[in-house]
């Protein structure tokens, strides 16, 4: 299988990318940066001058410095292609050795930056010309240190996770926000799979070290970066024999380990060995949050494709148990609360879901450690003879050349990520099924309105009703609000994840057409009104007369949070811009006139349906785009649609084209397009598999780079790949 090609970004100054990572390892809270890979190029008849040039890349073997100098070593010899030049061919490359006290003069180097997420230490390995390796660490100071065996298997089990964390699910999301990163395949077979597994297995109990997913609020030995990245590979693999046997192995030293080991028996659908697993354990320990959220989540998953009504209700009214005690067990923590909001909705208990969504603790979104580099003086992405399409070739002019409306650009939803994103999602699926005035009223009737509070205080602010009642005394007593999610306790939010409440909650009127009215209805879309701020309600309970018996029909009412309240103006957005834009659909077709859109709209709006949960309209909208110019981002949104229909030949069609995009831009792996062929060998058989790949109309050298992907499926001895 070919490589990708070698992105090359040209440094300004010499040696500024190799400083800029030292300066930025005292920043890094998550798994780290992708690898950093620096040379020194230095011409043939001009051997005075010397150039910086660099790239990032994830999936390479860091069990060593010699793994890591084998990886320089084929750059060395690596030609980028019809638009390459002959340097690397002919040249000789250099990297600079970034030691302490080291003139340039002294030494010829290649050199890569591998992170350390455990020690928090930067790897580096430097490769003289010829042959002379030498590898050490540095720490968040900027010292040397010595490079250890115990170092390098922290390494080496920190490169796999970050392979798989910032490899792209297809859509070009992960692609696009780091410049020139070449992504692996960090396990390829069943001997790295080994490797990867003892690592995991020896330093499994540190894993809280390394941190975890933004939803998550405390890192555990079973909530965390190590223990999502199995999981992942696991799902993408198939290989659910391997991880059963390390759980079993790492459950005898602790017994919370139980909860992986029932996820990993649901995902083999050995479901009632991971129902018993789960009981035994939790005779044990029964008030294992982990485990309590596993067993509400597998059996909110059976509710949902239950046969009969009857057994649907019996088995939400068990997940209903589950997720009740694990929000007792863990009350800090957004997943468990968000699980019983599930529930609720499922259950059609409106009230209660969105109390309990009200309830929910949201925390700042920690995305990803990304590379901070300077500006690159030049910038080098070659492209390889294997990956020409010309759908694909011509996007990137198309994409940067479209108009795109300003009311599109301005969704806030679109930004959300960590629990904002989870929340949102919950909020539109109540919306999907009741309606949005159905889900303003029930909002109403949960939720103290301003309206209704200050005609209350109005009237308990009257002469002749200063008597003292228990309401008054229960507003007093509500907890502070900003406990949960308000700016007071989340200062640090991004203002994108929790966006500040309008003034007066008055949303600005910057209508898509001139379709909405100026009264904030816009067709047919009602203005969610305000409910009261929690701050107020403090202050006016602190300087209110102590006879208040008007407020007694706020007594069973909640205050709603601020960034609840900024999730049903930002729903309010969505739906307004999704109405206007199927009435227009409508009228268009209704005149049978075309209604036109640039691609990047098009691709906008299908993420708004999707966002809405209207996938029929989303496969619409993104099926325009597709139509204009390739989007990774439309393809990725059709796929799905696909892979829940069981269209095999769409969907591998797709695929096809997905896999060749990521491999233009320097990406030979991607978990969620592996899990899809593996997934249609395992319905379909794998000589079927090939045989459709084969039969489409695309040059072979593209349809070869998915049938790598088909064979590593082969390689796993995946499901239908036997004969």
């Known amino acids: 299988m070919v490589a990708p090609a070698v992105p090359d970004l040209t440094e300004e100054v010499l040696h500024e990318s190799i400083d800029a990572r030292t300066e930025s390892l005292i920043a890094l809270r998550e798994l780290g940066p992708p690898d950093l890979v620096h040379l020194l190029k230095q011409g043939l008849r001009n051997s005075g001058r010397q150039t910086g040039i660099y790239h990032h890349v994830t999936g390479v073997d860091a069990s060593s410095s010699a793994s890591l100098a084998a990886y320089i070593n084929t ?20 990297c600079v050795a970034a030691l302490p006290g080291l003139a340039e003069s002294d030494a010829d180097w290649f050199s890569e930056s591998c992170y350390n997420a455990f020690s928090r230490l930067d790897m580096r390995v430097h490769v003289s ?222 009230e209660n879901a969105l109390t309990t969504l009200n309830s929910c603790p949201m925390f700042t979104y920690q995305d990803k450690d990304t590379p901070v580099m300077p500006e690159p003086k030049e910038v080098h992405l070659p492209i390889l003879s294997e990956t020409r399409l010309d759908e694909i070739d011509s996007e990137p002019e198309s994409r940067f050349s479209e108009q795109v409306d300003p009311s599109l650009l301005g969704l806030r939803a679109a930004g959300y990520r960590g629990t904002f994103k989870q929340a949102y999602s919950i909020l539109t699926e109540m919306t999907a099924k009741i309606g949005w005035d159905q889900l303003l009223k029930i909002r109403s009737n949960v939720f103290v309105m301003e309206d209704e509070y200050r005609t209350e205080k109005q009237e308990a602010s009257h002469p002749a009703l200063s008597k003292r009642s228990p309401s008054m005394d229960g507003l007093r007593g509500t907890p502070d609000p900003t406990a949960n999610g308000g700016e007071e ?190 997934t249609l060998i395992e319905d379909e058989g794998a000589v079927k598999v090939r045989s459709i790949i084969q039969a489409t109309s695309l040059p072979q050298n593209v349809l070869d780079l998915t049938h790598h992907y088909a064979a590593l499926c082969a390689t796993f001895r995946s499901s239908g790949t036997d004969g």
């Open 129 to 350: 010309i010829p042959g002379t390796v030498e590898s050490y660490c540095v720490d968040e100071r900027g010292e040397k240190r010595k490079a250890s065996d115990e170092l390098w298997l922290e390494t080496y089990l920190c490169s796999v996770l970050r392979a798989y964390s910032y490899a792209d699910s297809g859509s070009g999301d992960t692609i696009r926000k780091i410049m020139g990163v070449r992504r692996f395949n960090p396990v390829t077979n069943t001997e790295t799979e080994h490797r990867f597994l003892h690592a995991a297995e020896q330093l499994f109990f540190r894993g809280w070290q390394l941190g975890s997913d933004s939803v998550v609020q405390v890192p555990t030995n079973v909530s965390n970066h190590l223990t999502t990245g199995l999981l992942k590979y696991l799902e993408t693999t198939g290989r659910y024999a391997s991880g059963i046997n390390l759980f079993e192995k790492l459950r005898t030293q602790s017994i919370e380990v139980s909860s992986l080991l029932a996820k990993v028996l649901f995902m083999g659908n050995e479901e009632v060995a991971g129902v018993k697993a789960l009981y035994q354990s939790l005779k044990e320990t029964p008030m294992d949050y982990v485990m309590l959220d596993t067993q509400a989540e597998f059996l909110l998953k059976k509710a949902q494709t239950a046969d009969t009504p009857e057994v649907k209700e019996e088995r939400l009214r068990m997940a209903l148990g589950c997720a009740d005690r694990s929000t007792i067990a863990a009350p800090s923590e957004f997943r468990t609360w968000a699980r019983l909001a599930q529930i609720y909705v499922s259950m059609e208990d409106w």
């Open 489 to 678: 306790a989340d200062g640090d939010k991004d203002a994108m994840e929790k966006p500040e409440k309008p003034a007066e909650t008055e949303m600005a009127h910057d209508t898509l057409t001139t379709n909405g009215d100026s009264n904030g209805d816009s067709n047919g879309v009602k203005k969610p009104s305000s409910t009261i701020d929690p701050q107020e309600v403090k202050a006016d309970t602190e300087h209110s007369a102590p006879n208040d018996e008007h407020l007694s029909k706020l007594n069973t009412k909640r205050l709603c949070e601020r960034w609840l309240d900024s999730l049903f103006m930002v729903l309010y957005e969505d739906l307004r811009v999704y109405t206007i834009w199927r009435t227009q659909m409508a009228q268009y077709r209704a005149q049978q006139m075309q209604y036109k859109k640039s691609a990047e709209e098009w691709e906008t709006l299908g993420a708004l349906a999707e966002r809405l949960q209207h996938l029929d309209e989303a496969v619409e909208a993104y099926r325009a785009c597709l139509s204009l110019r390739f989007s990774p981002k439309a393809l990725a949104g059709v796929l799905r649609v696909f892979e829940k229909t069981k269209s095999t030949r769409e969907t591998l069609a797709s695929v096809i084209r997905l896999v060749t995009w990521q491999y233009r831009w320097y990406s030979e792996f991607s978990p969620e397009l592996l899990h899809t062929i593996r």
């Open 75 to 94: 750059l060395t010899y690596k030609d980028n292609g019809p638009n390459a030049t002959s340097k690397i061919v002919e040249g000789v490359y250099w």
